[in-house]
Protein backbone atom coordinates (compact mmCIF):
# COMPACT_ATOMS: atom_id res chain seq x y z
CA UNK A 1 0.00 0.00 0.00
CA UNK A 2 1.56 3.61 -0.82
CA UNK A 3 2.66 5.73 2.20
CA UNK A 4 0.49 8.87 1.99
CA UNK A 5 1.74 12.06 3.45
CA UNK A 6 0.02 15.63 4.04
CA UNK A 7 2.66 18.84 3.83
CA UNK A 8 1.19 21.97 4.93
CA UNK A 9 3.76 24.96 4.17
CA UNK A 10 5.40 26.95 1.48
CA UNK A 11 5.84 27.50 -1.88
CA UNK A 12 8.45 29.48 -3.55
CA UNK A 13 10.85 30.19 -6.42
CA UNK A 14 14.41 29.93 -5.67
CA UNK A 15 16.84 32.33 -7.12
CA UNK A 16 20.26 31.18 -6.71
CA UNK A 17 23.85 32.01 -7.37
CA UNK A 18 27.28 30.38 -6.60
CA UNK A 19 30.01 32.16 -4.86
CA UNK A 20 33.63 31.78 -3.84
CA UNK A 21 32.67 32.84 -0.02
CA UNK A 22 29.44 34.12 1.30
CA UNK A 23 29.95 38.16 1.38
CA UNK A 24 30.71 40.04 4.30
CA UNK A 25 27.79 43.05 5.33
CA UNK A 26 28.53 45.46 2.76
CA UNK A 27 30.84 43.88 0.72
CA UNK A 28 30.29 42.69 -2.71
CA UNK A 29 31.46 39.58 -4.25
CA UNK A 30 31.44 37.98 -7.96
CA UNK A 31 28.70 35.16 -8.81
CA UNK A 32 27.71 32.21 -11.21
CA UNK A 33 24.39 32.93 -13.51
CA UNK A 34 21.50 32.94 -11.09
CA UNK A 35 19.66 29.79 -11.64
CA UNK A 36 15.91 29.23 -10.99
CA UNK A 37 14.21 26.66 -9.48
CA UNK A 38 11.33 25.66 -7.25
CA UNK A 39 10.93 25.66 -3.71
CA UNK A 40 9.85 26.84 -0.53
CA UNK A 41 10.12 23.82 2.57
CA UNK A 42 6.92 22.71 2.01
CA UNK A 43 7.00 22.22 -1.45
CA UNK A 44 10.53 20.70 -0.94
CA UNK A 45 9.49 18.32 1.31
CA UNK A 46 6.38 17.57 -0.54
CA UNK A 47 8.43 16.81 -3.37
CA UNK A 48 10.93 14.98 -1.43
CA UNK A 49 8.70 12.70 -0.38
CA UNK A 50 6.84 11.83 -3.85
CA UNK A 51 10.43 10.85 -5.16
CA UNK A 52 10.59 8.36 -2.13
CA UNK A 53 7.64 6.63 -3.01
CA UNK A 54 4.81 8.67 -1.35
CA UNK A 55 1.61 9.92 -2.69
CA UNK A 56 1.42 13.36 -1.40
CA UNK A 57 -0.90 16.06 -0.82
CA UNK A 58 0.33 19.50 -0.51
CA UNK A 59 -1.52 22.65 1.47
CA UNK A 60 -0.69 25.61 0.59
CA UNK A 61 -1.06 29.24 -1.65
CA UNK A 62 0.46 30.97 -4.46
CA UNK A 63 0.17 33.75 -6.50
CA UNK A 64 -2.02 34.68 -9.20
CA UNK A 65 1.63 34.73 -11.39
CA UNK A 66 4.03 33.39 -13.49
CA UNK A 67 6.06 32.02 -10.65
CA UNK A 68 2.75 30.95 -9.59
CA UNK A 69 1.58 28.67 -12.20
CA UNK A 70 5.40 27.40 -13.11
CA UNK A 71 5.05 26.10 -9.10
CA UNK A 72 2.14 24.36 -9.28
CA UNK A 73 3.18 22.70 -12.73
CA UNK A 74 6.69 21.50 -11.39
CA UNK A 75 4.39 19.98 -8.33
CA UNK A 76 2.33 18.09 -10.64
CA UNK A 77 5.20 17.03 -12.70
CA UNK A 78 6.67 15.49 -9.59
CA UNK A 79 3.63 13.34 -8.77
CA UNK A 80 2.37 15.66 -5.79
CA UNK A 81 -1.30 16.24 -5.73
CA UNK A 82 -2.17 19.97 -5.82
CA UNK A 83 -5.86 20.41 -5.75
CA UNK A 84 -5.46 22.16 -2.01
CA UNK A 85 -2.79 24.54 -3.16
CA UNK A 86 -4.63 27.69 -3.80
CA UNK A 87 -3.87 30.66 -6.02
CA UNK A 88 -4.76 34.34 -4.75
CA UNK A 89 -5.03 36.64 -7.44
CA UNK A 90 -3.99 39.58 -5.54
CA UNK A 91 -0.63 38.22 -4.22
CA UNK A 92 2.75 37.66 -5.44
CA UNK A 93 3.78 34.23 -5.22
CA UNK A 94 6.39 33.65 -2.65
CA UNK A 95 10.35 33.91 -3.32
CA UNK A 96 13.48 33.30 -2.17
CA UNK A 97 17.23 34.90 -2.96
CA UNK A 98 19.74 32.34 -2.12
CA UNK A 99 23.66 32.98 -1.96
CA UNK A 100 25.94 29.38 -1.85
CA UNK A 101 29.41 29.15 -1.23
CA UNK A 102 31.59 26.36 -3.18
CA UNK A 103 31.42 24.31 -0.42
CA UNK A 104 28.16 24.27 -0.22
CA UNK A 105 27.21 26.78 3.26
CA UNK A 106 24.33 29.05 1.69
CA UNK A 107 22.32 32.30 3.13
CA UNK A 108 18.75 32.91 1.96
CA UNK A 109 16.63 35.61 2.12
CA UNK A 110 12.54 35.44 1.73
CA UNK A 111 9.65 37.12 0.86
CA UNK A 112 6.72 35.20 2.03
CA UNK A 113 4.05 36.38 -0.92
CA UNK A 114 1.56 34.56 -0.99
CA UNK A 115 2.31 32.14 1.92
CA UNK A 116 2.11 34.93 4.64
CA UNK A 117 -1.51 35.17 3.58
CA UNK A 118 -2.07 31.55 4.43
CA UNK A 119 -4.52 32.19 7.50
CA UNK A 120 -6.37 29.97 9.75
CA UNK A 121 -9.77 30.15 7.82
CA UNK A 122 -8.14 30.00 4.14
CA UNK A 123 -6.47 26.44 5.56
CA UNK A 124 -9.53 25.00 7.00
CA UNK A 125 -11.06 23.63 3.90
CA UNK A 126 -7.88 22.70 1.98
CA UNK A 127 -6.72 20.62 4.99
CA UNK A 128 -10.10 18.80 5.78
CA UNK A 129 -9.42 17.95 1.88
CA UNK A 130 -6.37 16.77 2.09
CA UNK A 131 -6.85 14.65 5.45
CA UNK A 132 -9.94 12.45 3.59
CA UNK A 133 -8.73 9.54 4.06
CA UNK A 134 -6.45 10.17 6.80
CA UNK A 135 -2.43 10.25 5.78
CA UNK A 136 0.55 8.41 8.20
CA UNK A 137 1.10 11.89 8.91
CA UNK A 138 1.01 15.87 7.68
CA UNK A 139 4.51 17.32 8.01
CA UNK A 140 4.55 21.42 9.15
CA UNK A 141 7.00 24.00 9.05
CA UNK A 142 7.20 27.76 9.83
CA UNK A 143 7.47 29.71 6.74
CA UNK A 144 3.39 30.16 7.24
CA UNK A 145 2.12 32.12 9.82
CA UNK A 146 2.22 30.48 13.14
CA UNK A 147 -1.18 31.02 14.26
CA UNK A 148 -1.74 28.69 10.66
CA UNK A 149 0.39 25.92 12.09
CA UNK A 150 -1.10 26.10 15.44
CA UNK A 151 -5.01 25.69 13.81
CA UNK A 152 -3.21 22.42 11.39
CA UNK A 153 -1.96 20.60 14.33
CA UNK A 154 -4.80 20.65 16.01
CA UNK A 155 -7.13 19.31 12.92
CA UNK A 156 -4.69 16.95 12.40
CA UNK A 157 -4.27 15.37 15.48
CA UNK A 158 -8.23 15.74 16.01
CA UNK A 159 -8.57 13.66 12.94
CA UNK A 160 -5.83 11.17 14.37
CA UNK A 161 -2.84 11.83 12.65
CA UNK A 162 0.35 12.14 13.97
CA UNK A 163 2.09 15.57 13.19
CA UNK A 164 5.94 16.59 12.63
CA UNK A 165 6.98 19.74 13.04
CA UNK A 166 10.37 20.93 11.30
CA UNK A 167 11.09 24.02 13.63
CA UNK A 168 12.70 26.25 10.68
CA UNK A 169 12.95 29.08 10.09
CA UNK A 170 12.74 30.34 13.76
CA UNK A 171 10.70 33.03 14.90
CA UNK A 172 12.89 35.83 16.43
CA UNK A 173 11.49 35.22 19.84
CA UNK A 174 11.81 31.20 20.18
CA UNK A 175 9.23 31.70 23.34
CA UNK A 176 6.44 32.17 20.98
CA UNK A 177 6.66 27.89 19.95
CA UNK A 178 6.04 27.48 23.43
CA UNK A 179 2.26 26.64 23.12
CA UNK A 180 3.18 24.83 19.44
CA UNK A 181 5.54 22.19 21.30
CA UNK A 182 3.16 21.27 22.93
CA UNK A 183 0.43 19.93 20.85
CA UNK A 184 2.91 18.17 18.12
CA UNK A 185 3.96 14.78 17.96
CA UNK A 186 7.35 15.35 16.24
CA UNK A 187 9.83 18.20 16.51
CA UNK A 188 12.91 18.33 14.27
CA UNK A 189 15.70 20.91 14.78
CA UNK A 190 19.19 21.55 13.60
CA UNK A 191 21.66 22.43 16.22
CA UNK A 192 21.23 26.24 15.80
CA UNK A 193 16.91 25.63 16.09
CA UNK A 194 17.51 23.44 18.67
CA UNK A 195 19.89 26.12 20.65
CA UNK A 196 17.47 28.42 20.03
CA UNK A 197 14.72 27.20 21.91
CA UNK A 198 17.10 26.41 24.30
CA UNK A 199 18.74 29.86 24.85
CA UNK A 200 22.06 28.09 24.62
CA UNK A 201 24.84 28.86 22.45
CA UNK A 202 25.28 26.03 19.65
CA UNK A 203 29.32 25.44 19.73
CA UNK A 204 30.89 23.15 16.80
CA UNK A 205 32.79 21.37 19.94
CA UNK A 206 29.46 20.16 21.24
CA UNK A 207 29.41 16.38 20.93
CA UNK A 208 26.70 14.14 19.73
CA UNK A 209 26.21 12.76 23.00
CA UNK A 210 25.60 16.19 24.48
CA UNK A 211 22.86 17.01 21.50
CA UNK A 212 21.30 14.05 22.44
CA UNK A 213 20.77 15.26 26.00
CA UNK A 214 19.73 18.79 24.89
CA UNK A 215 17.32 16.54 22.82
CA UNK A 216 15.84 14.97 25.54
CA UNK A 217 15.90 18.99 27.57
CA UNK A 218 13.55 19.79 24.32
CA UNK A 219 11.00 16.98 24.26
CA UNK A 220 10.24 18.36 27.77
CA UNK A 221 8.78 21.31 25.91
CA UNK A 222 5.77 18.66 25.01
CA UNK A 223 6.61 16.79 21.68
CA UNK A 224 6.83 12.96 22.16
CA UNK A 225 10.14 12.71 19.73
CA UNK A 226 12.44 15.33 19.28
CA UNK A 227 15.13 15.11 16.37
CA UNK A 228 18.09 17.07 16.00
CA UNK A 229 19.78 17.47 12.95
CA UNK A 230 23.73 17.66 13.04
CA UNK A 231 24.91 18.09 9.44
CA UNK A 232 27.72 15.65 7.95
CA UNK A 233 27.48 13.83 11.83
CA UNK A 234 24.27 12.70 11.30
CA UNK A 235 21.40 13.17 14.12
CA UNK A 236 20.56 12.65 17.75
CA UNK A 237 16.65 11.62 19.04
CA UNK A 238 14.96 11.44 21.99
CA UNK A 239 11.97 9.71 22.28
CA UNK A 240 9.85 7.38 24.45
CA UNK A 241 12.33 4.68 24.27
CA UNK A 242 15.58 6.71 25.51
CA UNK A 243 18.26 8.84 23.37
CA UNK A 244 19.62 7.70 20.09
CA UNK A 245 22.33 8.60 18.32
CA UNK A 246 22.57 7.77 14.16
CA UNK A 247 26.35 9.15 12.72
CA UNK A 248 26.29 10.44 9.12
CA UNK A 249 26.95 9.13 5.71
CA UNK A 250 30.35 9.99 4.26
CA UNK A 251 29.59 11.89 0.98
CA UNK A 252 30.92 15.00 -0.70
CA UNK A 253 28.91 18.02 0.00
CA UNK A 254 27.94 20.13 -3.19
CA UNK A 255 24.80 22.31 -1.85
CA UNK A 256 23.25 21.70 1.37
CA UNK A 257 20.38 23.44 0.93
CA UNK A 258 17.58 20.50 0.40
CA UNK A 259 19.40 18.44 2.70
CA UNK A 260 16.86 19.48 5.40
CA UNK A 261 14.18 19.47 3.50
CA UNK A 262 14.84 15.64 2.09
CA UNK A 263 15.89 14.04 5.78
CA UNK A 264 11.93 15.53 7.01
CA UNK A 265 10.34 14.24 4.39
CA UNK A 266 11.68 10.61 4.87
CA UNK A 267 11.38 11.14 8.47
CA UNK A 268 7.89 11.54 8.35
CA UNK A 269 7.27 9.13 6.20
CA UNK A 270 8.95 6.44 7.60
CA UNK A 271 7.64 7.06 11.15
CA UNK A 272 3.75 7.66 9.74
CA UNK A 273 3.93 3.63 8.84
CA UNK A 274 5.00 3.00 12.10
CA UNK A 275 8.69 2.38 11.23
CA UNK A 276 11.09 2.07 14.44
CA UNK A 277 12.56 5.22 15.47
CA UNK A 278 16.49 4.17 15.17
CA UNK A 279 15.51 2.60 11.24
CA UNK A 280 13.86 6.14 10.88
CA UNK A 281 16.49 8.16 11.44
CA UNK A 282 19.48 5.90 9.69
CA UNK A 283 16.86 6.35 6.65
CA UNK A 284 16.44 10.59 6.97
CA UNK A 285 20.13 10.46 7.88
CA UNK A 286 20.73 8.90 4.08
CA UNK A 287 18.23 11.11 2.22
CA UNK A 288 19.78 14.06 3.65
CA UNK A 289 23.00 13.48 2.96
CA UNK A 290 22.44 12.38 -1.05
CA UNK A 291 20.48 15.94 -1.05
CA UNK A 292 23.91 17.44 -0.58
CA UNK A 293 25.50 16.12 -3.28
CA UNK A 294 23.61 17.81 -5.61
CA UNK A 295 22.94 21.90 -6.66
CA UNK A 296 19.72 23.23 -5.96
CA UNK A 297 16.89 22.18 -3.43
CA UNK A 298 14.17 20.26 -5.40
CA UNK A 299 16.59 19.49 -8.21
CA UNK A 300 18.90 17.60 -5.54
CA UNK A 301 16.93 15.56 -3.40
CA UNK A 302 17.39 11.50 -3.82
CA UNK A 303 14.71 8.90 -4.80
CA UNK A 304 13.35 6.10 -2.85
CA UNK A 305 16.11 3.53 -5.12
CA UNK A 306 18.97 5.77 -4.18
CA UNK A 307 18.30 5.89 -0.31
CA UNK A 308 17.55 2.20 -0.44
CA UNK A 309 20.96 1.57 -2.13
CA UNK A 310 23.35 4.14 0.57
CA UNK A 311 22.00 2.36 3.20
CA UNK A 312 22.19 -0.67 2.25
CA UNK A 313 25.50 -0.09 1.11
CA UNK A 314 26.73 1.60 4.01
Known amino acids: MTERLVVVGSLNMDLS ?3 PRLPAPGETVRGTEVVRGAGGKGANQA ?6 GAAVTLVGLVGADAYGTELR ?20 SGLALIVVQQDGENTITLSPGANGRLDPATLAPL ?3 ALTPPPGAVLLQLEVPLSTVHAATRRSRAAGVRTVLNAAPLPEDPRALAELLGEIDVLVVNETEAAGLLDASPSPDTRPAEWAERADRLRSLGPDTVVVTLGAAGAVAAG ?3 LLTEPGFTVRAVDTVGAGDAFCAQLALALGTSTPLPAALRRACAAGALAATR ?3 QSALPTLAEVDQLVTRA
Open 73 to 92: ERLAAEGVADHTVAELPDAA
Open 295 to 297: QGA
Open 47 to 52: VAAARL
Open 240 to 242: PDG
Open 127 to 129: LDL
Open 17 to 19: VTV
